[in-house]
C-alpha cells in the first residue's frame, strides 16, 4: 500500500522529480563514465607508452569523485528541499487520516528509493554507452592510436557509483526524514493555504546594499591587480590574498542581495518603462525572490568562478606546453651534467667522511668531457647487463656546452643578477621571482666560441661578439625576456673584468637558446662573452649540456632504446679521482613529446570532469529554483491571465525572470575569473607564453551547452506549466 | 448530475405564486425602458463529461443586462451560476449559444482576440481578491492598464482617480497581506473599474467577508454602479448582497428559474422579496442560500 502511495506521489509530482532525476542520472553517467579511466587509458594504448598515467589518473579521478559526490549530496538535498516545502500539505494529510509519522517517513523513503533507482539504472546505462566513446576522446587527448577497442564495464566504477549515490541517497533521506518529524501536523495542514508573506525590504537599502557589494568586489579586483597572488607564501602576501578573497566573496554575497532591489529602484525611476506591460509584475517576481534565491546565487556564481578559472588555467598550461614542445626540443637526446659549487664541497665531504666507502669531493676547475664521462655508467639489466655505456656507438653528431656561474672563485655575490638588471631598465622583477632569493642569484655565462658551435650545430647563422661584445640567452617566456629584451634593446653595458660590454643584439633569440629536451622552457638567463674575457674572470663551471643527434643508421626507436635502458651511474671525476659533478636530466625527443601528450590529456581530463560535475550542479539548483518559483507564482499567472494578458506576454516576463537569475551568476563568475585570470596568465607567461583557444573553446562549448541547455530546459519546462495555469477554454 | 431533470421540470409549475411577485418571466426579450443591451445570453448550453455520463451544467439559458444595470444570479451551490458567469465571461467555452457582449459574439472568438476583449471590455471580480501577492495595491490597480499598455502618466492619473472614488487612496502603497479582506475586495473593485469596462463581472465577492466589510464592498459596487454607472453582473448566493441589486435571476439545475425586479421598493423591501423566492426554491437549495 505505501509503495503504491509512493509511486503514485512519484508519478504525480513527475515534474518536480523530473529535475531531481535528471541531474542525478548526469552526475551517475559522469561519475561511471569518468571513473572508467584506467580501463580507458588501457583501450587507448595510453599505458603503453605512459605507465603508470592510467593509475595516476584513475587515483585522482576517485579522489575526486568523493568530493564532487558530496557537492552533488549537496545539491540534492537542496533540490529536495523544495520538493518537500511544496508537499507539507500532503504529508499533514496523510497524518490527519491517521497515518503514523513511521509511515509517512516510509512513503518518503519509498520515493527517494524509486527515484534514486531510476536514476541508478538510467545513469549507468547512458554512463556505460558514454564511457566507450570516451575512449575515442582519451585516445585523441592522449595522442594515441586505439589498439584494440572492444566493450567493456568496469565493475570498479560502478562500485564507486553506486556508493556515491548510496550516500547522497542517505543524506537527503535523513534531511527528508528530519522535515516530517519536526513538523506539526497544523503547520503541515496550513502551509498552502498561509497567504504569501511578500519580505520586501525597502528598494533604499537595497540599492545601497547593492552598491556597497559592488564596491567591495572592485576594490577586491584592484587589490587583487596590483598585490598579485601570494607566490612567495609570505605571512603578509598570505593575508593581503586573504583579506582580498574574503572581500570579492562578501561584495559578491552584497551584490545579490541588493541586486534585485537596485533593479527595482533603477526601474521604478524610469516611470515610462515601470508603468508599462508586465515589467513591473517581472520586477516585483523577482524581488520576492530575492531572500530565497540571492545566497545561492551568490554561491553559484563563484562555483562557476571557481570552475572556470581551474579549467581555462589548467587548459592554458596544457596548451603553453604543446606550444613549446616544438622549440623545447631541438635533438634527439640531451643530458646534463651539473657541478658541484665550491660553496658546497665542503659541507658535502663533511657528510661523506662517515660513509663506509668514503668519496672525496671537489669543485671542477673546468668542464669535463660529459661523452667520456658516462663510460663510466654500465647497464643493469636486459641483453646489455653489465656492458658500459657507450653513447658514441649511437651518437651522430652531438655537441657538449658549458656553462659557467657569474660568481668568481673566492667571491660571494655574482657579477651578473637579475634584479640588477632590472633595476637598470627600470622594469619590477618578474611575478614569480620577486621577493625570492632567485632575483639575486646571478645569471650563467657561456663563451662566444661554445654559443657559436650550439648555433653552428644547430644550422643557425653565426653572432660575431668581437672583443666587447655579449648578449643574452633565455627560453622562459615573455615575463622574464621582457626585462633581457629591455636590456639589449637599450644597449645596456655591462662591466665585467675591467671590460665595458655591448649587446650584439636587440633582442632574445629564444630559438636559439634551449641546450636540453623540456616541456617548458629551462634556461632562466645565460649571458654568452668573449672567450678572451671568461678566460681571466676565474669562473667556475656550474653545468654541461650534451646534445645528441642519433647516427644515420641508428633509428629513433633504437637510439631510444639504448638511453633509456636502466644504467648504473659512474662517478664524474677529476684526474684527482675527486667527484666533481653530478647526473642531471636525460631526455630523448620522443619522452618529452609523450609527457607533454599525457601531461595535456590528464589536466584537460581533469579540468573536464570537475567544470563539467560543477556547472551541471550550478544549473540544477537554478533550474529547481525556477521551476518551484514558477509553480509558487502559479496563482499570479493565472490572475494575469484572467486580467486579459496573453500567454506570450506571460511566458516573456517568466524568460526576463529566468535570463536575470541564469545570466547574472553566470557574468559575475566570469567577471571574477577574468580579473583572477589576468594576474593567473602573468605567472603562465613564466613558462612561456599562454593562449587560450583550441581545447579551451572546445570545453567552454561544453560547458556553454550544458548550463545553457539546463536554461532552455527551465524555460520551456515553465511555459508549458504557465500555459497550464492559464487555461482558459 | 445525470440526465434526469426532475427538479427542473418541477420548477416551473411551482413559480405560479411569486410570478404574481415578479415583474416579467420573459428572459429572451431585452430588459424593458428601451436601454440597450450591453450583454445579450442566447440559450447557451454547457455539457461536461462523456457520453455514459452526461452533467449539463446550462440548460438554454437567456437573458440580457442592460447598460448601467446592476443584476445578481442567484442559485445554490451546484445550480451552475458560477459556470454561467464563466461561460459569460468568457473563461469557460459554452458547449452551444451565443454570448453577446456590446453586440460582438464571444464564444466564437479566437485566443488573441479574447485576451484582447477580456482585457478591454471586461472586468473581473473575484471571492478571493485575487490580488497579485508580489504588487501592491496601486501597481495591482494599474496592472490591467500598463497590460494595454497605457501611458504611465496616464495610468497614474486614473489609478488615483478610481481609488479616490473607492475609498481606498490611503492603502494604495500596501501590499495585499498588510490589508484587510475588504480593503482587498475593494482594490480588486478599483482594479475592475479603472480599465472602464462594459460589463464588470463578479463572484461572490462577499463570500469571504463578514458582515461589515460585505456592506462596505457593496456600498462601493452601488456606488460604482450609480455615480461611474457601471454595469455588474454579481454572482452570489447571499440574499443580502443581492438586494443591493436591481434585478435578481435565479438559476437552479442549470435553467433560470424566476425573476425579480426591484424597481422602486426599498432595499429593505427586495431583501424580503427575495428570501420568499428562496425559501419556495426550498429543497436541498434553501440551506446553501
Not at chain 1, 556508493?163 to 542517505?170: M, Y
Not at chain 1, 619590477?428 to 625570492?436: A, E, Q
Not at chain 1, 651511474?569 to 653530478?582: K, L, M, P, Q, S
Not at chain 2, 425602458?33 to 439559458?61: C, F, M, W
Amino acid at each position: 500500500m505505501l509503495c503504491k502511495i509512493a509511486w503514485g506521489n512519484v508519478r504525480r509530482a513527475g515534474r518536480d522529480y523530473l529535475v531531481y532525476l535528471l541531474t542525478l542520472t548526469l552526475a551517475v553517467t559522469v561519475f561511471y563514465a569518468f571513473n572508467t579511466i584506467s580501463i580507458q587509458v588501457d583501450l587507448a594504448g595510453v599505458a603503453a607508452e605512459n605507465a603508470g598515467v592510467g593509475d595516476l589518473l584513475g587515483g585522482i579521478i576517485s579522489g575526486l569523485t568523493v568530493f564532487l559526490a558530496f557537492v552533488m549530496g549537496f545539491l540534492m538535498v537542496y533540490a529536495n528541499n523544495f520538493i518537500m516545502k511544496r508537499r507539507k500539505k500532503e504529508f499533514g494529510l496523510y497524518q490527519v487520516l491517521g497515518m503514523s509519522r513511521g509511515q509517512v517517513a516510509r512513503i518518503m523513503a519509498l520515493e527517494t528509493l524509486i527515484v534514486s533507482g531510476g536514476a541508478l539504472v538510467l545513469g549507468v546505462l547512458l554512463g556505460i554507452a558514454l564511457s566507450q566513446l570516451m575512449v575515442f576522446f582519451t585516445a585523441s587527448l592522449f595522442k594515441t592510436q586505439i589498439a584494440d577497442f572492444h566493450f567493456f564495464f568496469s565493475v570498479g566504477a560502478f562500485m564507486t557509483t553506486v556508493g556515491c549515490l548510496v550516500a547522497i541517497f542517505l543524506v537527503t533521506l535523513v534531511f527528508n526524514l528530519r522535515v516530517v518529524a519536526r513538523a506539526r501536523v497544523i503547520d503541515l495542514m496550513s502551509a498552502g493555504r498561509q497567504n504569501e508573506v511578500v519580505h520586501t525590504r525597502n528598494p533604499w537599502v537595497s540599492a545601497a546594499v547593492f552598491a556597497v557589494g559592488l564596491a567591495m568586489i572592485v576594490v577586491a579586483y584592484v587589490r587583487l591587480l596590483s598585490d598579485g597572488l601570494p607566490y612567495d607564501g609570505s605571512p603578509e602576501g598570505m593575508t593581503a590574498f586573504l583579506i582580498t578573497t574574503a572581500t570579492v566573496v562578501v561584495g559578491t554575497i552584497l551584490f545579490f542581495f541588493g541586486l534585485s532591489g537596485f533593479l527595482l529602484k533603477a526601474l521604478q525611476s524610469a516611470h515610462g518603462l515601470y508603468w508599462r506591460g508586465l515589467n513591473m509584475v517581472t520586477l516585483r517576481q523577482l524581488a520576492a525572490k530575492v531572500n530565497t534565491v540571492s545566497f545561492s546565487m551568490a554561491m553559484i556564481s563563484m562555483i562557476l568562478f571557481l570552475a572556470i578559472t581551474a579549467v581555462t588555467t589548467g587548459m592554458s598550461l596544457a596548451s603553453v606546453m604543446n606550444e613549446s614542445v616544438e622549440r623545447g626540443t631541438p635533438v634527439d637526446y640531451t643530458a646534463t651534467l651539473i657541478y658541484f659549487s665550491p660553496q658546497s664541497v665542503d659541507e658535502m665531504n663533511a657528510d661523506a667522511a662517515s660513509w663506509d666507502e668514503p668519496v672525496r669531493y671537489a669543485a671542477a676547475d673546468g668542464p669535463v668531457d660529459v661523452m667520456k664521462a658516462f663510460e663510466a655508467d654500465t647497464f643493469m639489466e636486459g641483453e646489455r647487463e653489465g656492458e658500459h655505456f657507450d653513447l658514441a656507438s649511437i651518437a651522430g653528431d652531438y655537441l657538449q656546452v658549458d656553462c659557467y656561474e657569474s660568481t668568481p672563485r673566492g667571491a660571494t655575490k655574482p657579477l651578473i643578477a637579475l634584479d640588477e638588471l632590472c633595476r637598470r631598465v627600470d622594469l619590477p622583477l618578474p611575478k614569480g621571482v620577486d621577493d625570492s632569493s632567485a632575483a639575486s642569484m646571478g645569471l650563467l655565462v657561456m663563451s662566444a666560441s661554445s654559443y657559436n658551435a650550439y648555433l653552428a650545430f644547430r644550422g643557425m647563422p653565426q653572432v660575431d661578439f668581437g672583443s666587447d661584445g655579449y648578449t643574452v640567452l633565455s627560453d622562459m617566456g615573455e615575463a622574464v625576456n621582457k626585462v633581457y629584451n629591455a636590456v639589449l634593446g637599450e644597449g645596456l653595458e655591462l662591466e665585467l673584468g675591467g671590460c665595458t660590454l655591448r649587446p650584439v643584439q636587440d633582442r632574445v633569440n629564444e630559438d636559439a637558446s634551449t641546450f636540453a629536451n623540456s616541456m617548458m622552457g629551462m634556461n632562466s638567463g645565460i649571458v654568452v662573452i668573449p672567450d678572451d674575457l671568461l678566460a681571466t674572470l676565474d669562473l667556475p663551471p656550474y653545468n654541461s649540456y650534451l646534445l645528441v643527434d642519433y647516427a644515420d643508421g641508428v633509428s629513433v626507436a633504437e637510439g631510444d632504446d639504448y638511453v633509456a635502458e636502466p644504467r648504473l651511474y659512474g662517478d664524474i671525476t677529476n684526474a684527482a679521482g675527486e667527484v666533481v659533478a653530478g647526473h642531471g636530466v636525460e631526455a630523448t625527443r620522443t619522452s618529452t613529446y609523450e609527457s607533454v601528450d599525457s601531461m595535456n590529456g590528464l589536466i584537460s581530463y581533469l579540468a573536464i570532469y570537475i567544470g563539467f560535475v560543477l556547472v551541471v550542479a550550478c544549473a540544477a539548483i537554478l533550474t529547481i529554483q525556477q521551476l518551484s518559483g514558477v509553480a509558487d507564482a502559479g496563482r499570479n499567472y493565472r490572475i494575469l491571465a484572467e486580467l486579459g494578458t496573453s500567454k506570450r506576454e506571460i511566458s516573456h516576463s517568466v524568460l526576463v525572470q529566468q535570463s536575470i537569475f541564469f545570466v547574472f551568476p553566470l557574468a559575475v563568475g566570469i567577471a571574477h575569473s577574468c580579473v583572477a585570470l589576468s594576474v593567473i596568465i602573468e605567472l603562465v607567461t613564466l613558462f612561456g607564453g599562454m593562449s587560450i583557444g583550441g581545447t579551451v573553446g572546445f570545453t567552454a562549448l561544453i560547458f556553454v551547452v550544458a548550463y545553457g541547455g539546463y536554461f532552455l530546459v527551465t524555460y520551456l519546462m515553465s511555459r508549458g506549466m504557465v500555459a497550464e495555469f492559464v487555461r482558459t477554454r | 448530475m445525470p440526465l434526469s431533470h426532475t427538479p427542473a421540470h418541477a420548477a416551473p409549475s411551482q413559480t405560479s405564486s411569486p410570478a404574481r411577485a415578479t415583474s416579467g418571466k420573459l428572459p429572451q426579450t431585452p430588459a424593458s425602458g428601451g436601454a440597450v443591451p450591453v450583454l445579450e445570453v442566447r440559450h447557451i448550453e454547457k455539457v461536461y463529461g462523456s457520453r455514459q455520463n452526461v452533467t449539463r451544467a446550462l440548460n438554454d439559458v437567456s437573458f440580457a443586462v442592460n447598460q448601467g444595470e446592476f443584476v445578481g444570479i442567484m442559485g445554490a451551490s451546484g445550480s451552475g451560476k458560477s459556470t454561467l458567469l464563466n461561460c459569460v465571461s468568457t473563461i469557460d467555452a459554452v458547449t452551444s449559444g451565443e454570448v453577446l457582449v456590446g453586440g460582438v459574439d464571444v464564444t466564437r472568438m479566437k485566443t488573441a482576440k479574447l485576451t484582447r476583449f477580456r482585457r478591454e471590455q471586461l472586468g473581473f471580480i473575484f471571492q478571493d481578491s485575487n490580488l497579485l501577492d508580489t504588487l501592491t495595491a496601486r501597481e495591482n490597480i494599474a496592472l490591467p492598464l500598463t497590460i494595454s499598455r497605457v501611458p504611465a502618466k496616464e495610468v497614474l492619473r486614473r489609478v488615483d482617480e478610481v481609488a479616490g472614488r473607492l475609498g481606498i487612496r490611503e492603502n494604495l502603497d500596501k501590499y495585499p497581506y498588510q490589508m484587510s479582506g475588504g480593503q482587498q475586495q475593494r482594490v480588486a473593485a478599483a482594479r475592475a473599474l479603472v480599465t472602464d469596462p462594459t460589463i464588470i463581472m463578479a463572484d461572490e465577492p462577499t463570500g469571504a467577508l463578514d458582515s461589515k466589510n460585505a456592506r462596505l464592498l457593496l456600498e462601493s459596487f452601488e456606488a460604482m454602479n450609480e455615480r461611474l454607472s457601471a454595469t455588474v453582473l454579481m454572482v452570489t448566493h447571499d440574499s443580502f448582497a443581492a438586494s443591493y441589486t436591481h434585478r435578481v435571476l435565479f438559476i437552479r439545475d442549470g435553467r433560470i428559474f424566476t425573476e425579480l425586479r426591484r424597481g422602486a421598493a426599498s432595499r429593505q423591501e427586495f431583501f424580503e422579496r427575495i428570501m420568499q423566492v428562496v425559501a419556495m426554491m426550498g429543497g436541498e437549495g434553501s440551506d446553501a442560500l
